[in-house]
């Protein structure tokens, strides 16, 4: 089973959110369940889901994913909104670095690094 069928997760006592965009989605769900089983219980919110999802992240902080570059596109534009709503919020997405198909690939970011993005926001 591919873990993006679910369309989104909301333990009921989260204290963070996970916003993830197309093929990020994956290592933001298992994020977001590896976080929750280590005691942080965190949102999954896929933006496959009606934008008004956004909602449930209200005031907590939140870590938006992409597999693009997250400087001035979707990523950084939800991030902006995501502050609207009362969260602290941080836009994760390809480093800032040419991407291609070689052992030293610019990947989408992994299940750790979003782990890190996210302790790191609850932890400021």
């Known amino acids: 089973k591919n873990v993006c ?3 989104h997760v909301y333990p009921k006592d989260a204290v963070a959110s996970i916003v993830a965009i197309g093929g ?12 929750t089983d280590a005691g942080m219980p ?7 889901g009606p934008w008004r999802s956004l909602d449930v992240a209200r005031g907590k902080p939140a870590v938006v ?9 979707l990523a950084s534009t939800i991030a902006l909104e ?4 009362g969260c602290r919020s941080k836009a994760l997405g390809l480093e800032r ?5 070689s052992k030293y690939d610019n990947l989408s970011p992994s299940v ?3 782990c890190e993005a996210v302790r790191s926001l609850l932890e400021s």
Do not use: H, S
Request: aromatic content about 10%; proline content about 5%.
């Open 5 to 7: 069928d679910d369309l």
């Open 97 to 101: 670095r040419v991407t291609g198909f």
């Open 42 to 48: 965190t949102n999954y919110i896929p933006t496959t």
């Open 82 to 85: 995501l502050t609207q709503i």
């Open 65 to 73: 994913v992409d597999w693009d570059y997250a400087e001035c596109g």
């Open 24 to 35: 990020a989605r994956p290592n933001a769900k298992l994020a977001a369940q590896q976080l």
């Open 112 to 114: 750790d690094k979003i």
